[in-house]
């Protein structure tokens, strides 16, 4: 109960912060300075009317200031986040291992709104990730799979585990990087981004190449088939559309995260 009630208030605190980096990394703004703000008034908001959830509901989901609506995305963000750290600390035993998907799922949270709202990938959240992924490796073993036809007989859990992380750290990316210019040979046009390829190793650097790659096959197809229902019910040209295919991607790695037997 304790661990579940810490996890959720973390998970608050977290979100909350992911809020100011959705809005200000893909702004260039640094997220420690100034202190938060109302981005149609600017009026400075005070401690307690920035507390995570809480805030909101007693604002009525408006700046005191000026009365601004205020996103509903804050609040959900916020939630959404709790939910993730208090399932990692229910599926996760060792500590570590729980802390390490706590990290992923705020990384992916991030990832997933800040391209849903500007179609941007941080290089914080995907090329940061990944160089935590792979420092976290061989503090919460991963299961090894691809590195046991390279690594030495001798080599223990931790040492396979990090010869994995490195290795979906590079291949995973590698092969998003040649799907996407095949794509773009044969249909003409761009269908990734440099920011799709670099999520792809912060994905392979967390979850392994195993899971990445069934997290890429997931976002994938549920990219392709959301994209085409979206296009077809808001009438746009395929052509016009851009596809936020990280939060796709971001979907499909939560998804192995959390459901995947390789990966509990
Ligand atoms: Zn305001």
């Not at 590698?174 to 999520?199: N, S």
Request: charged share 15%; aromatic share 10%; with cysteine.
């Amino acid at each position: 109960m304790l661990e579940v009630i810490a996890a959720s208030v973390a998970g608050l605190l977290v979100g909350s912060f992911l809020n100011v980096c959705i809005y200000r990394l893909p702004r260039d703004l640094s997220v420690v300075q100034p202190r938060s703000f109302c981005p149609c008034c600017g009026a400075a908001i005070a401690w307690r009317d920035n507390i995570p959830l809480l805030s909101f509901l007693l604002l009525g989901g408006r700046c005191r200031a000026c009365g601004a609506r205020i996103p509903w995305r804050y609040p959900a963000v916020e939630l959404a986040t709790a939910a993730l750290f208090v399932a990692a600390a229910l599926a996760f035993a060792p500590f570590l291992e729980a802390i390490k998907f706590m990290i992923f799922s705020a990384l992916t949270v991030g990832l997933i709104v800040t391209d849903l709202e500007s179609r941007i990938l941080p290089d914080e959240f995907t090329l940061g990730g990944a160089v935590l992924g792979v420092a976290l490796a061989p503090l919460a073993p991963m299961q090894a799979f691809l590195i046991l036809l390279f690594a030495p007989l001798q080599w223990g859990a931790r040492w396979l585990s990090l010869g994995e992380a490195v290795l979906g750290a590079l291949i995973a990316p590698g092969l998003l990087f040649a799907m996407a210019a095949l794509y773009e040979k044969v249909r003409k046009r761009e269908g990734m981004g440099l920011g799709d390829v670099k999520m792809a190793a912060m994905l392979g650097a967390f979850l392994g190449l195993q899971g990445a790659l069934l997290a890429l096959l997931i976002g994938s197809l549920l990219g392709s088939v959301v994209g085409l229902l979206y296009i077809k019910a808001r009438h746009k040209k395929v052509s016009e559309y851009e596809l936020p295919f990280g939060s796709f991607l971001g979907a499909g790695g939560l998804a192995v995260a959390f459901f995947s037997p390789a990966s509990v």
